[in-house]
Nanobody, 125 residues
Framework: VKLVESGGGLVQAGDSLRLSCTAS????????MAWFRQGSGKERESVAAINWSGDSTLYTDSVKGRFTISRDNAKNTVYLQMNSLKPEDTAIYYC???????????????????WGQGTQVTVSS
């Protein structure tokens, strides 16, 4: 399974970005997905998670109401729509998936076996 993120960039506070993560391989449409982030000098933290069918989602408190996770199984892609961005959202954003089929969503990192290389999001004040 290979995951490739895209859509990061440099934006100003209050702007929006949409991240995409496209998966190749056997694992996607029946498997939960999630977004994590890691700021400079910080530990990796969960951001959002979605179950295999896309009808159940979870968010960490700091992004609730601003970020939306979704998926298009026909395109093997999961998205993270980020609105009202803040400087504290600056981080490398990673998508992840797991071989646990027909499950999720999981906000914790332990179930996830496959990770992308990350995409940088920088929010200036």
């Amino acid at each position: 399974v290979k995951l490739v993120e895209s859509g990061g960039g440099l934006v100003q506070a209050g702007d929006s970005l949409r991240l995409s993560c496209t998966a190749s391989g056997d694992t996607f449409s029946s498997n939960p997905m999630a977004w994590f982030r890691q700021g400079s000098g910080k530990e990796r933290e969960s951001v959002a998670a979605i179950n295999w069918s896309g009808d159940s989602t979870l968010y960490t408190d700091s992004v609730k109401g601003r970020f939306t996770i979704s998926r298009d199984n026909a395109k093997n892609t999961v998205y993270l729509q980020m609105n009202s961005l803040k400087p504290e959202d600056t981080a490398i954003y990673y998508c992840a998936t797991t071989s646990y089929a027909y499950a999720g969503p999981f906000l914790e990192s332990r179930p996830y076996e496959y990770w992308g290389q990350g995409t940088q999001v920088t929010v200036s004040s």
